[in-house]
């Protein structure tokens, strides 16, 4: 999948899949692609997303539902953190900070804010359970694929099939 647009992707999905509302903080070429571990959080709540990072394996897109608003729910400590764990990147609906940090390290971030405001780690939310965002619906499991036009989920089950129609 990681050869493979993600407009390419889109149009296998019946120009679905993709999901509004996040965009990419690299700002150089890039494309990802990996099976996702889902968070549900609430706004400005990291302490879900850090614990996901210790269950996520190598390869693994945490993707993380904090409603779409600020404060930061990522950061640098976070990023080092999936660096570290050889996680593929990260899908944010919420905020993420250090932006220019993250961009050195060249970790694949989408985002749907840039915020300096970094959240609290308070514990509520729930991982590994199916979370929608903009009318998208994304399951532990599904895969993910990113790129600089933004960010596509496929379905479990699809994956052989679309990453095949959409070469």
Known sequence: LKKVSTANISDALHRGGWIKGVKPVLNENF???GKCITVRTYPGDWAKPVEAIDIAEEGDIIVIDAGGIGPAVWGE???NSAIIK?????VIYGG???VEEIIKLKFPVFASIITPSAGEPKGYGEINVPIKIEGQIIS???WIAGDMDGVVVIPEEKVVEIANRAM
């Open 77 to 79: 400590l976070a990023t």
């Open 96 to 98: 993420v900070r250090d």
């Open 86 to 90: 050889k996680l593929e990147g990260v």
């Open 31 to 33: 494309k990802v692609a």
């Open 140 to 142: 532990p499991g599904d």
